[in-house]
């Protein structure tokens, strides 16, 4: 039992191996299965055996590295400060941001979270990005931003999400013309939609 866990954990990080060197090398959509597994010197079906799919190979290689951006959003949640709410959310989105605009594949992969096929993989990649949205609606519970509620709060929060999402299309379609960065553009709509969330803050909140 022991030999056989052995071999398949040397099976799944030959075939991670292989695809990481080909995603960095000629790109996501143009490597295919049939390549990694050629490269990873095992049979096809070994790849399909350990990760179902090609998105969730991809989500596998990331998930290590999401895995710190949620944990470094949780530390910047936890920070009791008296930041403005635009300054705490560039500190908690501009890690994300920058990791997706180095990596396009893996943005890829958090712009059609709805598309993706449904593996273990996916689904751990899907509930780290839910943990992003669930940081910025934290910070919309704050006191300062009027009644604490979930409903308000969780709404600016896919507010700010969508925002994030045109951002990150924006740069990987090469649309952005500098000195328009990334960065700036994302300031500059996350400036619009707080003033927007500041004024019906004071509003009575009919949500609930």
Not at 51 to 59: E, H, I, R, V
Not at 60 to 73: D, F, N, V, Y
Not at 157 to 177: C, D, K, M, P, Y
Request: charged residues 25%; glycine residues 6%.
């Amino acid at each position: 039992m022991k030999l056989r866990q052995s071999r398949s954990r040397q099976t799944r990080e030959q075939i991670l191996g292989a695809a990481r060197e080909l995603f960095a090398r000629q790109g996501y959509e143009p490597t295919s299965i049939d390549q990694i597994a050629s490269a990873a010197k095992v049979a096809k079906s070994s790849v399909f055996a350990h990760f179902g799919d090609k998105a969730n190979l991809l989500a596998a290689l990331g998930l290590a590295e999401i895995e710190k951006l949620a944990e470094a959003g949780k530390a910047e949640i936890a920070r009791t400060d008296d930041r403005p709410l635009g300054e705490r959310l560039r500190a908690l989105l501009w890690p994300w941001l920058l990791y997706f605009c180095r990596e396009h594949a893996f943005a890829g992969l958090y712009l059609s979270q709805s598309a993706l096929t449904r593996g273990p993989h996916t689904e751990a990649f899907l509930d780290l990005c839910r943990v992003l949205e669930d940081q910025i609606a934290e910070l919309f519970r704050s006191p300062s931003q009027g009644p604490p509620s979930a409903e308000r709060a969780l709404l600016l929060a896919r507010g700010v999400q969508a925002l994030f999402h045109e951002v990150i299309v924006f740069e990987i379609s090469g649309w952005l013309t500098p000195p328009e960065t990334a960065e700036i553009m994302l300031s500059q709509l996350l400036d619009v939609w707080i003033a927007g969330a500041e004024q019906t803050a004071t509003r009575p909140d009919t949500s609930a």
